[in-house]
C-alpha cells in the first residue's frame, strides 16, 4: 500500500509520498514514490505514483523517454496541467492494457498518479489521474488530493489546510496526515519523501527524505502525540447523569 499527498494553496503546492512497496508479509522493499519530470526555470512538473509496481514505474520510464527524445507529445511540449495529467492518463491505460490478459487471474495492473507543478504564465495546480485514465482537478474547496490509504491522514488535511496557509505549516500538516497514516497502516511506511513549491518558481523546492528514526520526525509525532492527549484531556466533560436532557442506557 502507498499514501502520497498534494496540497495547492496561495503560496504554492506541497507533496508528500511514503517509501514502502508491499507484495506481502515477507516481501516489503523501498521505492520512491515522488518523481520530478522537469524543473527547468519555464516549468516544474512533479508525479507521485501508487499501485501497481511495474505499472507506475512503466510509465515514469516512458515519461523520462519521451522527455530526452524530445517525443512530440512529452511534458515539456504541453501547454497546460491537465493536458500533463491526460498524457500520464494515457501512458498508464497503455501499460494496463499490456497486462489484462495476464496468466496470474489475481494480478492488478491498476495504478493512480497525482500530477502538480506549474507552466509559465500558469497557475500552479493538482491532478488526480485515475486507473482509467481520467482525471480531477484539486479546487478551492477540497486544496488537496490523496493516492493509496487515504482515510487515515485525511482528518487533519480538513481541519487545519485553507488557501492562506504558509508552505511550511502546509508541509507539517502533510507530515503529521503521513504519520498518522503510518501509525494505522503498517503497509504504509518511511522513507517519508517531501517537497515544498514555491508558486512562480517554476523550479523544484526543498526536498526531505525523512527514515524512520529521523530525529525531525520523531520530534513531530511525540509533539503531535502529546498535543492530541492534552486536546482530549481540555475537553468539556460529559454532562451530569442527573441532566433532565441526558438519557441513560437504563431509561431506554
Known sequence: MTYCVAITVNRGLVFASDSRTNAGVDQISTFSKMHTMVSDGERMITLLSAGNLATTQAVVRQTRRDLESNAPRNLRTVQHLAEAAEYIGELSVLQRQKHRNA???????????????????????????YPEGNHIRAAVETPYLQIGEVKY??????????????LEDVARCALV????????????GPPIELMI??????????????????????????GWQLGLQKAFENLPKLP?????????LADR
Open 103 to 129: 496468466a496470474e487471474t489475481k494480478f492488478d495492473p491498476e495504478a493512480s498518479f497525482i500530477v502538480g507543478g506549474q507552466i509559465a504564465g500558469r497557475e500552479p495546480q493538482v491532478f488526480l489521474v
Open 153 to 166: 491522514g485525511k482528518p487533519i488535511l480538513d481541519r487545519i489546510i485553507h488557501a492562506d496557509l504558509p
Open 177 to 188: 496526515s503521513m504519520d498518522s497514516t503510518v501509525r494505522s497502516n503498517v503497509t504504509v
Open 197 to 222: 513549491y514555491a508558486a512562480d518558481s517554476l523550479r523544484e523546492g526543498p526536498r526531505l527524505l525523512l527514515a524512520e528514526d529521523d530525529d525531525y520526525l520523531f520530534a513531530l509525532r511525540k
Open 240 to 248: 451530569s447523569a442527573a441532566t433532565p436532557n441526558v438519557v441513560r
